[in-house]
């Protein structure tokens, strides 16, 4: 079973069997299998998908 949380004015906190895919430097290029993630829901972050805190929401 897979569960997103929305954190308000946050990321979507993801848990699960997860397959992401990711073409960004610094992060890889490719599907990565994940159990657990901070997605960006912003848009602010430099590293896509994930989350790096950019919206000043501490987790």
């Not at 308000?8 to 992401?20: F, I, N, S, T």
């Amino acid at each position: 079973m897979t569960t997103v949380r929305a954190v308000p004015g946050g990321p979507l906190l993801l848990r699960g069997d997860l397959r992401v895919w990711t073409d960004q430097p610094g992060v890889g290029v490719g599907m990565r299998r994940e159990t657990r993630m901070a997605a960006c829901a912003c848009g602010a972050t430099g590293l896509a998908p994930y989350c790096d805190g950019s919206c000043g929401v501490e987790l």
